[in-house]
């Protein structure tokens, strides 16, 4: 048999035997080495892992309410996993109590406050918090609830919380920072947008999953965009958005189908000066993927009346 015809039947045997066991789901522990698959990457070294706390990690008073389930050394940083029976929220206020009682400070958050225009998930999901204290450094806590419980895990690098700052003066910059963040965010016509709630929460399978609003504007327009996952045809996805906006002020004009998309147009005047006008566009791409956008512009009466001028803007 000619080499290429062997190594062609060695590569769909090897094929065969990897679809056969495909789509497997775990259900117990898994191995070392599949963990340490997961975790490599350009910015982790080789994977440590220990059924106890590292004693590199810094010594932490942890709630009476987490459960230790080990901790990783990723040399740059460490990692310590827990879990509470509660949900996200209450395990994230747990840990605030705590450690504010233990001289930690709280790093402000980037973008807080930013969530409640554009397309958001119906429920929040626990931003992740940086807690600092001088002698330790920043102790970074990411909180992920399941159906049964929460999973917290604390990461502290070795590099520290920033350029030889101490935390008082690290907070006051990002808390500079962050604020000249929502400033920039909130000017302009994006204070108009609408909050456009996504349809199911995104841990519910099957049904729906928003990605996060995505912003772009300049003179004279804004835009938010996001993508989403559910088994609704595409006439109700619109109409459940053109629902949320007609209920927040804004006035019906006019709705188009095309192929795989549905655009709906309204207009607003928040006063007697400026008049928008919003377009909403859902758009199904692949399987049950839709992307979904609502844009603002701004127009004068000529411009809104007038059909072929409303299609040069946008």
């Keep these: 048999m000619p080499y290429f015809m062997k190594t062609s039947s060695l590569i769909i045997a090897g094929l065969v035997m990897v679809s056969a066991s495909a789509d497997t789901e775990i259900q117990d522990n898994i191995s070392i080495r599949f963990a340490e698959g997961l975790l490599f990457g350009p910015d982790f070294g080789q994977a440590t892992f220990y059924s106890d706390i590292v ?3 810094p010594d932490v008073d942890l709630p009476e309410q987490y459960e230790l389930m080990g901790s990783v050394d990723l ?4 990692q310590v996993i827990l879990r509470a029976d509660m949900k996200a929220r209450d395990a994230e206020q747990v840990l605030v109590d705590r450690l504010l009682t233990t001289d930690f400070a709280i790093i402000p958050k980037m973008g807080a406050g930013l969530e409640s225009r554009g397309f958001v998930a119906l429920e929040q999901p626990v931003r992740p918090v940086t807690f600092c204290r001088d002698d330790i450094g920043s102790v970074l806590a990411r909180f992920r609830e399941t159906d049964a419980d929460s999973i917290i895990t604390l990461s502290h690098s070795v590099t520290g919380p920033s350029d030889s700052l101490s935390c008082n003066e690290y907070i006051e910059k990002r808390r500079i920072e962050a604020a000249q963040h929502a400033e920039r965010l909130n000017t302009g016509l994006r204070v108009y947008e609408p909050r456009l709630v996504m349809p199911q929460p995104p841990r519910e ?8 609003s995505r912003f772009s504007g300049g003179n004279g327009y804004f835009e938010s965009s996001s993508s989403l996952v559910t088994d609704w045809p595409i ?3 619109y109409q459940y958005f053109a629902n949320q906006i007609s209920g927040q002020g804004w006035e019906f004009e006019t709705e188009n189908t095309l192929d795989e998309k549905i655009v709906g147009e309204w207009t607003f005047e928040p006063d007697t000066e400026l008049s928008l006008i919003g377009t909403f566009t859902v758009q199904e791409m692949t399987g049950s993927k839709y992307s979904v956008v609502f844009r603002l512009d701004q127009s004068s009466p000529i411009i809104t009346n007038n059909p072929y001028m409303r299609t ?3």
Excluded: E, K
């Excluded at 040399?75 to 460490?78: D, E, K, P, Q, R």
């Design 75 to 78: 040399v740059y940083s460490t």
């Design 235 to 237: 006439a109700q996805v």
């Design 312 to 314: 040069l803007i946008q």
């Design 205 to 212: 399978r099957g049904m729906s999953f928003g990605s996060g």
């Design 55 to 57: 004693d590199s990690f």
